[in-house]
């Protein structure tokens, strides 16, 4: 099922886990391939950092874009140690990586939204309008290729 190459990169995931451990973070490794080629690594920094969002997963994500100066990552796949958590599975499908590889499941259940106050509407013909004005203006800036003219 997994490739030697497969293998080859979840190896520099955990690698890369086992030194978030030695810095009294959670063990998470991530690492990005595109064409073969690594294109981003990085490890939990979350205490480091003193920041929620501080993933491997996010981190590599962040790196790879500023690698191949693009926020897409089509044809890129994510090695990680541990399944990804719910904001790290957004940053994956947002960021449009076509492939994920994990190593050990997530064994806490999935976060819910039960502690949230949730409240959506306000202003909420406004907040669709400057959206929609935005994306009109960029449809006539591309072309059909979508590339900047």
């Known amino acids: 099922m997994f ?7 979840m190896q520099k995931a955990l690698k890369l886990a086992e ?10 490794g991530a690492v990005i391939v595109l064409d073969g080629k690594q294109i981003a ?13 501080a993933h491997a997963e996010i981190l590599a994500i962040n ?20 399944e990804p958590c719910q904001m790290c599975w957004g940053a994956i499908r ?3 990586i076509s492939k994920v590889v994990f190593g050990a499941k997530a064994e806490l259940p999935r976060a819910s939204n039960e502690q949230l106050l949730i409240e959506g509407g ?12 935005f994306f009109r203006k960029v449809r006539k ?4 290729s979508g590339v900047k003219e």
């Not at 306000?122 to 004005?133: P, T």
């Not at 800036?141 to 059909?144: A, L, M, T, V």
Request: charged share 30%; proline share 1%; net charge negative.
């Open 41 to 53: 690594a990085a490890k939990n920094r979350m205490e480091e950092l003193q920041s929620a969002a």
């Open 63 to 82: 790196e790879a874009c500023q690698t191949i100066k693009n926020w897409r990552l089509d044809g890129a796949t994510l090695y990680v140690s541990l």
């Open 94 to 96: 947002n960021s449009r």
């Open 19 to 28: 030194e978030a451990a030695e810095s009294g973070e959670v063990p998470i």
């Open 141 to 144: 800036i591309k072309n059909d």
């Open 3 to 9: 490739s030697l190459e497969d293998d080859n990169w």
């Open 122 to 133: 306000l202003f909420e013909k406004e907040s669709a309008q400057i959206l929609q004005k």
